[in-house]
């Protein structure tokens, strides 16, 4: 991987954005071999088309990479970043003078995005151009937010095999070891005992120990609490998951990857929070002591919960850990989970439907999705369907009958166990790139995490 910008002192090969209103000046800089090569090269400054253009001895002597027109630039994110896989080795300079504050920083940001790789079983690294850091642009911001968003992918990559809820536990161990944090982990039968009952419930049959993970960074500021979903493969319990749906269950941890992802850049960061990451790591199998349909569960909020489908489980192992994040009372509270299809169905892979109790929390994220290219979209906690997730034997329903609204019902079940804290957000998100794109290679993402780390300032007065 390369998420880091080259530091070379010596000048680079040009990098120059086209854009297609542009094209017809930039065509008239260039000298008349110039001109002819990217002529009968019949390049059009379509959004991603490379040129290279050579000088007499064969090496480059600069790039342009197309930006398209107005509606490619709406539709299109990190335009820019596709050049890096198709440039020939090298230190390039990228030209500024076509682009604003934000498409710089996107460009720069998607560049370093682009450097990942999931390596961890792959035979030989490949070699990619490089790109000096544009004047303007805050280089450490970026490339802490391109190391989280590589860590949020690696995890979410890795097969279950390599991902349990221990190996996730040693990934929080070493962030926490990275940047001074501390961390808390209440394992397999404790859990009962320190009264996380919802937890174990649904990670007691496997023979990889359900656990509750608890990191801790910061002594003074702002009190921030990042839930994540990590349920480190879903086999849908006794409600088992057909062969098609279980095929991508090694990201159903997406939600902890995530949260870890952003505690990582807030720490490298080093904002001035009190920041904690609760991750509920559990794996959801089948063997005789696995809970079944029709089984009513106690949370730690006291709240029962009568089971109608094992396979909604993330709700489950969440809630004992957002009413454990209740009882501190922290400025904000924000959770993160590959948690339904609906939201899927609503909203499509790219774009992560998110809930606020705060309209003014909302409005702050989806400004700032907006200005990093992040996209997300505000869904209402809708009270008028709250009566969908009561079953009347217990007080929730973990999966209420009938296709309406899953989403939103199982944001009302989780804000139901965030009761003494008035600001809660919850992150319905996918987590995984369907198909490759700039700056996304088909796999694991991080979604969510760049707006908020973005929206942080003005959602905590810093």
């Not at 349990?164 to 990934?171: D, F, K, N, S, Y």
């Not at 070493?174 to 009264?195: H, I, M, P, S, W």
């Amino acid at each position: 991987m390369s998420l880091t910008f080259s530091t070379s002192n010596k000048p680079g090969i040009p990098l120059i954005p086209v854009k297609k209103s542009y094209l017809d000046a930039w065509l008239a800089r260039l000298n008349d071999a110039q001109r002819a090569w990217a002529e009968s090269a019949g390049f059009k400054a379509a959004a991603c088309e490379v040129l290279t253009l050579p000088n007499q001895d064969g090496s480059v002597a600069m790039a342009a990479v197309g930006l398209g027109d107005e509606k490619s630039a709406h539709r299109n994110r990190f335009v820019i970043s596709a050049a890096r896989a198709k440039l020939p080795n090298g230190i390039y300079d990228l030209a500024t003078d076509q682009l604003d504050v934000d498409e710089l920083e996107e460009a720069s940001l998607g560049w370093l995005l682009a450097g990942y790789r999931f390596d961890r079983y792959a035979t030989a690294p490949t070699p990619m151009a490089q790109l000096k850091p544009p004047t303007g642009i805050d280089v450490k911001r970026l490339e802490s937010i391109a190391a989280g968003e590589a860590l949020t992918r690696d995890l979410i990559n890795t097969p279950a095999s390599d991902m349990g809820p221990a190996e996730l536990e040693t990934a929080a161990q070493g962030l926490a070891a990275e940047f001074g944090a501390g961390v808390r982990v209440v394992t397999g039968d404790d859990l009962l005992g320190e009264n996380l009952p919802m937890i174990h419930a649904v990670g007691r049959a496997s023979d990889r120990a359900p656990r509750l993970i608890d990191l801790t960074w910061g002594t003074s500021g702002p009190s921030l609490t990042l839930v994540g979903k990590g349920v480190c493969f879903d086999t849908g319990g006794l409600n088992i998951k057909p062969g098609a749906s279980m095929g991508l269950m090694k990201k159903d941890m997406g939600g902890s990857a995530a949260v870890l992802g952003l505690a990582r850049m807030i720490m490298s960061l080093n904002m001035p929070i009190r920041l904690r990451v609760l991750i509920p790591a559990v794996e959801n199998a089948i063997n005789g002591s696995a809970f079944r349909p029709s089984d009513i569960l106690t949370s730690r909020k006291g709240l029962t919960v009568e089971i109608n489908n094992t396979d909604a489980e993330g709700r489950l192992v969440l809630a004992d850990a957002l009413a454990l994040a209740d009882e501190e009372k922290p400025d904000l509270i924000l959770s993160m989970a590959t948690l339904t299809g609906a939201a899927r169905i609503a909203v499509g892979p790219d774009m992560v439907p998110f809930y606020a109790t705060e309209q003014g929390d909302a409005a702050a994220v989806m400004s700032a999705a907006q200005r990093v290219r992040d996209p997300v979209w505000q869904m209402p906690f809708w009270d008028a369907y709250e009566t969908m997730i009561e079953p009347g034997i217990a007080d929730l329903d973990n999966a209420p009958k009938g296709a309406f609204a899953g989403s939103i019902t199982a944001a009302l079940f989780l804000r139901r166990f965030v009761t003494d804290t008035p600001r809660y957000m919850h992150f319905d998100m996918y987590g995984w790139q369907p198909t490759s794109a700039p700056a996304r290679p088909k796999g694991g993402v991080g979604q969510g995490a760049r707006a908020l780390l973005e929206a942080l300032p003005e959602l905590l007065g810093l």
